[in-house]
């Protein structure tokens, strides 16, 4: 945590001109890094952050500036007790997002209450499929919520890469070496 990975992100929106990013974590806890990440750097002079903690809402922000919408996985793809999307996250569901960012995925993305956020039981496969790999459980067609590209973003993301989720291509990753100075 805290080695830039906030900050690419943000860099890739800016480069790919993304508009609409929707960011989902699994660890509301670091809703204050997105934020200052967005407000505090030049790059980003006049993107909009929304959150449940802010007083912008969507339908105030100025939609000539990118906004950046920032909430947990929990509550936008949760349900009320009818199986319904929450009345206070449809907007989120009515958008067609540039990126949906999962943020800190290592956390949520083996639960099986995260899981069901995605799919139905029927839809899920068995442990014994999901042991060898072949997992249906984050498939984006059954987000609920639309976009045109999703990140996956984990500090430690030793299971996903050990269980094969992702391919070669699909990762990217930098490491930081510190040099012994005398």
């Known amino acids: 945590m805290r080695f830039g990975k ?9 480069k790919m001109n993304w508009r609409k990013v929707l960011v989902l974590t699994f660890k509301p806890a ?15 002079e006049n993107w909009q952050f929304i959150s449940r903690a802010t007083e912008l809402d ?9 906004i950046v919408c920032f909430g947990s996985f929990q509550d936008y793809l949760g349900t009320d007790r009818q199986g319904r999307i929450k009345q206070h996250n449809e907007w989120v ?35 014994e499929a999901l042991e060898s790999n072949q997992r249906k459980d984050y498939n984006e067609d059954l987000l ?6 999703y990140l996956y973003l984990s500090g430690t993301p030793f299971r ?5 989720e992702f391919n070669e291509e699909q990762i990217f990753n930098w490491y ?3 040099r012994a100075t005398s």
């Open 6 to 14: 906030t900050f690419a992100a943000y860099q890739l929106a800016r």
């Open 30 to 44: 670091v809703e204050s890094a997105w934020e200052e990440d967005l407000k505090y750097h030049v790059d980003f």
């Open 58 to 66: 969507y339908e105030q922000a100025n939609k000539d500036y990118p």
């Open 93 to 127: 569901h009515a958008i067609n997002w540039d990126c949906v960012i999962f943020d800190e995925y290592h956390y949520g993305a083996w639960d099986e209450k995260a899981k069901s956020l995605f799919a139905s039981d029927e839809d899920l496969l068995p442990s």
């Open 144 to 149: 609920l919520i639309t976009s045109n590209a």
């Open 160 to 164: 996903a890469l050990q269980s094969g």
């Open 176 to 178: 930081l070496s510190r």
